[in-house]
């Protein structure tokens, strides 16, 4: 059954088929993005890391009313609130463990005050575990852990 | 006495330069085709779009550690792969690489040497280049090293049947052995038109000589732990690796100079048109190999046995009873 297969010459016109279409690829534009001078595009809901959001004067919105803490199904927001009397009720510490979130975006659906949003930010990477846990510091502004190098 | 000595070896450095580098950048070319072809970029970081690649590696293969194993051949295992490069780059005394130039009032040739059984040295020493394999693949003291040798010399040794009888073919239609005669026949009228049977048997014999896909079969073994370059380690693997890029350019410039008309070309000088057209059957034969699957050993040797041998004794005889009848 071999021997007919190979002698009959029935497998050239399928060679010079691949051939073509090799040659075709290779005149084409290749399809890899060169992180990181380019990047992909990503949509505007794209879920990454997130960002305590500020008002106006510069204050944090967030309430520390602990409803991202409550729904997050991994456990990876801690808060402590703070509250003095007669005043506003701001959180004195908000840890997010980047490890643990899975970027549900559960958290910035459950905030009353629209105080917690996942950015476009994914480039962060580090050499131990303990520098994973944003603190608000970290939080405030995700954005300079953007990669501009080569 | 003097002048003539010197110039030989100006041309002899100049040879030997010019293919160290061609061989070194036939990788570069490689792994780029190979890329694009893939749809992807090839290497892009070293140096721009990756041209100190092949320094990278030099480099690389430098550091690395030698290593002889213990039941290794000691000097056979340290004379394969010298036997192979020597015998890829002796192959380039014979090729003429462009017409007569004259510089600075003197006329100089534009090959090492010119053989009146230039043809007859080139298949001999190709022969002798088997030899490096089948001693890599004994001295290893491994037995997949020694089965994976002797499979790619039964292979290389095999196809060199069909290739000299593609040659033989063109000898009786050119009438002579040399080579630079070869390429003065062929200043009407290119070879190709004349023997394309021949043709195309010396490009698939060649491409199996190679040990190229689809007829790596020799050289994909050792992916799959078998094969005959297992044991070598940095210096003495990198030159197997480069006698095979060596053999492939000078595999490319023996295309050109049988079939493809040599250095004759309109406008541009000789040497600029070998070496474009070297370098286009370089591509196809990079090309092929982003394209063909690999054939299995026995598909190989029934290949060569039933199929090209007969084809290329076929050839021979029908060009004889033609030469015959023409005449």
Known sequence: MDEQRTLSGKYIVPLLKGLSYTLKNFFSK????????ERRPVSKRWRGLHRLKVDDQGRLKCAACGLCAAICPSSAISLV????????????EFVINEIRCIFCGYCQEACPKDAIELTEVYDYVDYCREDFKFDIAKLKNPEQFVFKGK | MVEFMAVLLIKLLVVFTVSMLIVAYA??????????????YGPMRVGWHGLLQPVADGIKSFFKEEVVPENADKSLFILAPIISITAALSLLVVIPFGDTVTIMGRTI??????LDIGILFVLGLATIGSYGTILGGWSSGNKYGVFGG?????????????????VISLVMV?????????????????????????????I????????????????????????YNIEYSSMKFSLFFMAEYAHMFVFGALVTTFFLGGWHGPFLPGVVWFFIKTFLVIFFCIWERSTFPRLRYDQVMKLEWKILLPAALLNVAVTGLVMIIMA
């Open chain 2, 27 to 40: 990788t570069w070319i490689e792994r780029k085709v190979l890329g694009h072809v893939q749809l992807r």
């Open chain 1, 81 to 92: 609130p703070y509250e003095e009397e007669g005043g506003t009720r701001y959180p004195e």
């Open chain 2, 150 to 166: 002797l499979r790619a010399t039964a292979q290389m040794i095999s196809y060199e049947l069909s290739m000299a009888f593609a």
């Open chain 2, 109 to 114: 040739t534009l090959y090492l040497t010119d």
């Open chain 2, 174 to 202: 050119a009438g002579t052995l040399s080579l630079v005669e070869m390429v003065h026949y062929q200043a009407d009228l290119w070879n190709i038109v004349r023997q394309p049977v021949a043709f195309i048997i010396f």
């Open chain 2, 204 to 227: 698939v014999s060649g491409i199996a000589e190679l040990n190229r896909t689809p007829f790596d079969m020799p050289e994909a073994e050792s992916e799959l732990a078998c094969g």
């Open chain 1, 30 to 37: 290749p399809v890899t993005i060169q992180y990181p001078t």
